[in-house]
């Protein structure tokens, strides 16, 4: 399987002049991604694209190819696949659609009795491939220019929807998710959601595992490699098709069955797996796991320079079934003795509108040192003109000491969203919406507690 | 009322040279907001500030003044206040905080008091004030490089925490919405939530109102008000403090007793407001209800170009309660001589990630024509080079026919941000996640069809 992520060489079987081609974008992509392994487009009409030499076949190039991308219409695949076959080459990623997913069953199986015959590995058909961000490996035929790719990070993302895995991915690199690999796998006929799942539980760029699922092929296979990997890194699942009608459309989607919610939410508690309910959760929850300490409990403290901030948190926590911390006796008169009387202390600690950075410094280093408080939940406004800067590297100070997961809620535009991205950089997770963070919370100490 | 949002003159009443002080940052941003209206700094300690001549007192201005602003510390408000009575000034704006808030209940007493001596209206204390987008009129004692302004609309938000509403101001500017009012209300000595109902709904430039509350001061009248209200425009609530820990943090925030949130939902619903669950929904409701048609039932068609999106927004509208649409057999059959047998003609219309943006145009037309079919959910994924952004203004043409609601969702970075600000621009409610845009379909079902 590494192979697909780390090739030396690709085919691009269907390399197009034409720039609205699948052949011609992901030609321009590997090129600009700056991919350093060999390029051979394929193409018997063409003798250069790009300036890059063309070949009839695969089976004109003179030298070794590692992965074959297929990308000619579904009538030239088997054509192609037994060339591919007798060059050697092991590994096939075949974005070509028109396959089970249109009915087209015939031909699919047959695809796969090729692979067999050669031993061969194929990724695909009806799928975007695979985007490698270490390696620079990237066949998502997709342009640059309508789809920011994501910077280096530890989620790896499978999905079976190749657009709504591009797109989640599109706005996740906007929005400074750090991502190790991705793949769309599209209608499984070889290489399935359960060998990717084993794959990247082996993989050391991979700390988080996200997929969006809609049908799982062989249940029992899934729920052994799933417990596994489970138990050395997360994985968090969104499944789509939950509703009868939302089933109904993954069958002519993606050719599978989505089955029962029951049976598969059940699956996934046996498997150890994290169950997201949206898009957004799917990556908020890969978020706080990735970069969040193991926390030592539940209870959950509260610092705040908006007290509706500390309410609606506060509401989101107890809704999620969270408890407030109740801060110790000597926690409160030293909280009492470092501020005004117009704070409030308690849970939420309420450093009102009128907060400096250096309140914050004082109110985190007492909480930290409270053992009936588990993790802190730091609301940061950053629209007083009180508080500066400096508050962001002694918040990554203090979480440097590990003492204790902090999760830090700040809301508003651009000025807000740097110095959230400068704390997520460093590994703090960061909110927009409290009951987001409240959710979040939620699974990350189901996650390390249940 | 009118005049707390179209003053002539305004008085800032411990206007500061210390740029971290309210009374130099609202009048910094006063100015900067190219408010037309007099300004009259008053400082007994200064000659000058920002160039503007300072008063010892509003005594010893020679003009009429409309609105006075407060930002003394507690102790000389009353003093100011009679100050503001004898000089005639009607409309107070009290920011300064250390009342009710921190157990200073008599000291508020007494400054309701004074402006029934007075006949004075104040709104505050402990608040932000307001802002009149059109009148430029901004009181926000917030910098501008921290907190962006919004641009002219017609939603308006009241809120009792000023850092909530404030904050997500911020954000909602950036997100592009548009806002008439903005008023942060604080401890509701004089004017209360209810006034302001009132008053923005005879506003003409507010369609949609707003709110984050936290109490509510007069319940009965409050009822009547919004009962009038929202015959005429929606009211859209979110309530802080709805668990025992959130409503008891609350008490310290704005001296409000939360109450039952059982009591508030029935009260809501009673009075035809809508209530959102979070931030997020809040102006999502807003934005959906703002820009979009009455819808003429609950029947819903989803048009795609990314399958696993068809899929979940099915899921998540179906699991909202939601009925998706049956095309009917003439539309179905118009479809299919329209499309290549790789896209799925059903509910949803999968186009595929082949689609070009005429195919969108022609399952648009063929849809609108469907009586069946009551508001069409466009899923719009622009990361494939072959939808070219003419299908945004053909989108706007087609909404411009007034036939059916049209919402679209679109995920993704820049790119897609660019056109989604454009839709929106035009009238077009647009959504990032699939299970946002479900729930906002809901709302805006049942706010006409309820």
Known sequence: MEKFFNPKSIAIVGASRDIHKVGFVTLKNLILAGFEGKIFPINPNASFILKRKCYASV??????????????????????????GKKGIKHIIMITAGFSEVGNVQLEKEIVKVTKQFKMRLIGPNCLGVLDVNNKFDTLFLPAS???????????????????????????????????????????????????????????????????????????????????????????????????????????HTASLAGSFEIYAGA??????????????????????????????????????????GILATDFLILSGFTIAEPSKSTITRLKKSFPATYTVGNPIDLTGSAFSDDYRKAIKICLQDKSIHLLLIILLYQTPQIDTSIVDDLIKF???????????SMGGDFTRKYKNILEEKGIPCFTYPHNAARAIKVLSKYYLE
Do not use: H, W
């Not at 979480?399 to 809620?409: D, E, F, G, T, Y």
């Open 268 to 309: 996934f508690k046996q498997a150890g797996i994290i169950q997201a309910d949206t898009l957004e959760d799917l990556f908020n929850y890969a978020k706080i796991i990735e970069k969040s300490l193991k926390p030592k409990g539940k209870r959950v403290q509260i610092i705040t320079n908006g007290g509706g901030f």
């Open 146 to 252: 309508r789809l920011v790719r994501p910077k280096k990070g530890n989620i790896s993302f499978i999905t079976q929807s190749g657009a709504t895995g591009s797109t989640v991915l599109d706005l996740m690199a906007e929005e400074q998710f750090g991502f190790a690999k991705f793949i769309s796998y599209g209608n499984a006929a070889d290489v399935s959601e359960t060998d990717l799942i084993e794959f990247l539980g082996r993989d050391k760029d991979t700390k988080v595992i996200c997929i969006y699922i809609e049908s799982i092929r062989d249940g029992k296979r899934f729920l052994d490699v799933a417990k596994k990997v489970s138990k050395k890194k997360p994985i968090i699942v969104l499944k789509g098709g939950i509703t009868d009608a939302g089933a109904k459309a993954t069958m002519s």
């Open 59 to 84: 089976l004109k190039v003179p030298e070794k190819i590692d992965v074959a991308l297929i990308a000619v219409p579904a009538k030239l695949v088997l054509k192609v696949l037994r060339e591919c």
């Open 399 to 409: 979480n440097k000491l590990r003492k204790k997961p902090l999760v830090v809620i």
